[in-house]
């Protein structure tokens, strides 16, 4: 079975350009996490899908971030326009949910470096 | 949430048996206690997850006392691959919970030849 993908690996950007990232979850796991570590910082949660609803999302920073997950499947998240600070890694995870106590399996994340 | 606390960093040898102690003082009755493992330029991965007593599987073992104020994660025979930061998580894992992760600092295990 295919873990949870992401791309890019990493991205190099300016201050002020865009930046996507898009995450492909396990298949058949609706529920989708979006977090991020920046330097010297923990990791953080951005927010939460269930399917293509927005189920929490506290985390996210401000309204330069846009997550979709459009038809419940991959998600992207966007950055506009990218500031020095988001310089990080993204990561994706995606959990079954079902019941019982699920697990959510991580990505390898996005090393997002905006010069 | 219930904070947690663990050593920033640990040293090991090969062969040796490991244990990394977490202290989560505020952890709630429908809380579970989970632990994550991270290499170098990858994801988190799960390792394992209790709620009370010891639980153990193939890579680790789990022991939480009765009060559930902390938790011990053992690693029986660490190898070099074992090298990794080791993170305690406490949350509520029911389905409708949410499930949101939120991460400490970490242990960063160094095991040495």
């Known amino acids: 079975e295919a873990g949870v993908t992401q791309f890019p690996s990493h991205s190099v950007i300016e201050k002020g350009q865009t930046v996507t990232l898009r995450c492909d979850p396990i298949?058949?796991?609706?529920?989708l996490y979006w977090y991020r570590r920046v330097m010297g910082k923990e990791i953080k949660f951005l927010l939460h899908?269930?399917?293509?609803?927005?189920?929490?999302e506290s985390g996210m920073p401000n309204n330069r971030f846009l997550a979709e997950r459009t038809g419940g499947t991959y998600s992207t998240l966007k950055v506009q326009p990218a500031e020095l600070e988001d310089s990080g890694v993204y990561f994706c995870?995606?959990?079954f949910g079902t019941g019982g106590t699920d697990t959510q399996y991580f990505g390898p994340g996005t090393r997002l470096t905006v010069l | 949430l219930a904070k947690t606390t663990q050593p920033i960093s640990m040293d090991s040898y090969e062969g040796q048996e490991v244990n990394i102690t977490c202290s989560h003082n505020?952890?709630?009755?429908?809380?579970?206690i989970t632990w994550y493992q991270q290499f170098p330029s990858q994801g988190p991965r799960f390792i394992i997850q209790?709620?009370?007593t010891k639980v153990t599987n193939e890579v680790a073992s789990l022991f939480i006392p009765a009060d559930r104020k902390s938790s011990t994660l053992s690693l029986p025979r660490v190898s070099l691959s074992d090298t990794a930061v080791y993170y305690c998580?406490?949350?509520?894992?029911?389905?409708?919970?949410?499930?949101?992760?939120?991460f400490g600092g970490g242990t960063r295990l160094m095991v040495k030849p």
């Open positions: 998580l406490v949350g509520d894992m029911h389905r409708g919970a949410g499930n949101m992760l939120t």
């Open positions: 899908f269930v399917k293509e609803s927005k189920q929490d």
């Open positions: 995870a995606s959990r």
């Open positions: 298949s058949g796991h609706d529920n």
């Open positions: 209790g709620y009370k």
């Open positions: 505020n952890i709630a009755t429908n809380d579970y």
